[in-house]
């Protein structure tokens, strides 16, 4: 089956700076591939997602890079604001495997 | 993802009890998945159900079970056998199984006595 690694774990940026979020899958045949946002106690809500058939999405400050060679994906946020503090999931494949999760705090 | 509810918020087991949760939509999804979310492990499939009246084991079904008689209804049994269900869990559906969004229900805690 799919194995999705996530780093890091863990991330503080301050205000304004970017942040960047890797994620490698093993399943050569995976050809979705989501981030999903999740806020304390609440439920995780999509941000952005990419089909295999391209290479980059944007989405205003938030964009996603998919490297099917290498089998990476990455989630980029510009601009960072104090609300973009929470815990972002990649996945992978059409039954959504995550990532474990990286909690991004930005420093004011 | 409004149209996508859980029942109750909180829920507490007793020692050998099995407890049900629910899960509910009004979107006219198929799809709809259990997941169970514990802390640094992100969120790992339960069941899943393409159509009703039929449904898939994902990752971890062992000592749970589901039903689906209804499109709009997908219910978790967390049964005695599941010796550590202590988690958040999340109900989700999509509109089919396939490359589509899921949307995902509020969740529901349990926690046991």
């Known amino acids: 089956g799919e194995n999705v690694e996530q780093h890091p774990s863990t991330l503080s940026v301050q205000e304004g700076d970017s942040a960047v979020i890797k994620c490698t899958y093993s399943?050569?045949?995976?050809?979705?591939f989501p981030w999903y946002k999740q806020e304390l106690g609440k439920r995780p809500q999509l941000i952005i997602d990419?089909?295999?058939?391209?290479g980059e999405k944007k989405d205003q400050r938030i964009a996603v890079t998919l490297n099917k060679t290498a089998k990476h994906f990455s989630l980029h946020i510009t601009e960072t604001q104090p609300e973009d503090s929470a815990v972002y999931f990649c996945?992978?494949?059409?039954?959504?495997?995550f990532g474990t999760g990286t909690r991004l705090t930005i420093i004011p | 993802d409004g149209g996508i509810t859980q029942s109750p918020k909180y829920l507490f087991r007793k020692e050998g009890q099995n407890v049900t949760l629910s899960c509910e939509q009004n979107l006219n999804h198929d799809a709809m998945y259990w997941y169970r979310q514990d802390p640094g492990q992100g969120l790992r499939l339960i069941y899943y159900?393409?159509?009703?009246?039929?449904?898939q084991k994902g990752d971890i079904a062992e000592g749970y079970s589901v039903s689906r008689e209804k499109k709009e209804s997908f219910p978790l049994t967390v049964t005695s056998a599941q010796k550590n269900p202590t988690a958040f869990y999340l109900c989700?559906?999509?509109?089919?199984?396939?490359?589509?969004?899921?949307?995902f229900g509020p969740g529901t805690r349990l926690l046991v006595l």
């Open positions: 399943d050569s045949a995976s050809n979705y």
């Open positions: 989700a559906s999509s509109m089919n199984k396939g490359r589509e969004t899921q949307y």
């Open positions: 159900s393409q159509i009703v009246n039929d449904f």
């Open positions: 996945a992978a494949n059409e039954k959504l495997t």
């Open positions: 990419i089909r295999s058939n391209v």
